[in-house]
């Protein structure tokens, strides 16, 4: 029991931070371009600087599709990392991938989260120690978390590694089209689950998935907090640009 309410306290806690997430990646992409586009009063010139910085995180997105259908043995066509709007939408980056079996599809998918979410974890904790500093935050050491804060800007070439970070946290997220076969590998795995109990098999399943949740989900709220933490800085930085230029310019942009 002890083990599965670990398990329900991180689940909650993991929903929290990815709700954030998301709508953090959702206001980001809206107002950095809204901010561009009232520097620059021009669409087409504010999506391609849109796309500049963003760059080494798109870079690094279209990078992993095709190192892991490499790796699987896909097929990949040429890799786009320019900007082109389809529809609606703005698309940063593309490389086509063969069709093929779920399995591969979902991993191949998925591969910008992991690196990419590898790439930042290791930069929180090596430059900016922001697994120290999410876990004062946790405990509620506030003075503690404002000194390892402190000790984080003043870090060798901080804002660089920061722009790092916020640049590849923001285009980590998978797409819809990345996750189309996940469905089917989450039924395969309950099936697998389903069988395992069917068997006997009901104590060394449930001991086992909840170790493993519980080591996942630390890890991944550990490192969906020490994004938001990263961030911080750049979405204030861009709220205070696009508040300021609109009142300079007498305008308001509508994100409707």
């Known amino acids: 029991m002890e083990n599965l309410a670990s398990v329900v306290v991180m689940v909650l806690e993991l929903a929290a931070v990815l709700g954030l997430l998301l709508l953090a990646d959702g206001w980001l992409h809206r107002h ?3 901010v561009l586009f009232l520097i620059m009063n021009d669409a087409e010139v504010a999506l391609w600087l849109y796309a500049l910085i963003l760059f080494p995180g798109v870079a690094l997105h279209e990078l992993s599709h095709a190192l892991i259908a490499t790796l699987l043995g896909v097929k990949i066509g040429r890799i786009s990392i320019f900007p082109r709007r389809v529809g609606k939408r703005i698309q940063l980056g593309f490389v086509p991938v063969e069709s093929t079996d779920f399995l591969r599809a979902s991993l191949i998918g998925g591969a910008p989260l992991v690196i990419g979410g590898a790439v930042v974890a290791i930069l929180g904790s090596l430059v900016f120690g922001t697994p120290e500093v999410v876990a004062a ?4 050491e506030w003075l503690q978390a404002l000194a390892g804060l402190r000790a984080a800007l003043r870090a060798p070439d ?3 590694w920061a722009y790092l970070v916020f640049a590849v946290s923001n285009t980590m ?5 990345d996750t189309h076969a996940w469905p089917l590998v989450g039924l395969l795995l309950a099936a697998l689950g ?7 098999g009901r104590d060394a399943l449930l001991g086992g998935l909840a170790a493993l949740l519980t080591n996942s989900l630390r890890w991944i709220v550990l490192l969906g907090a020490s994004t938001l933490l990263v961030d911080l800085p750049f979405f204030a930085l861009i709220f205070l640009l696009e508040k300021g230029l609109a009142w300079l310019r007498g305008v308001r942009i509508d994100y409707g």
């Open 32 to 34: 950095l371009q809204g």
């Open 137 to 140: 935050l946790a405990a509620g």
């Open 158 to 160: 901080a804002w660089l």
């Open 173 to 177: 997220l998978p797409s819809r089209s």
């Open 194 to 200: 389903g069988f395992i109990l069917l068997i006997g």
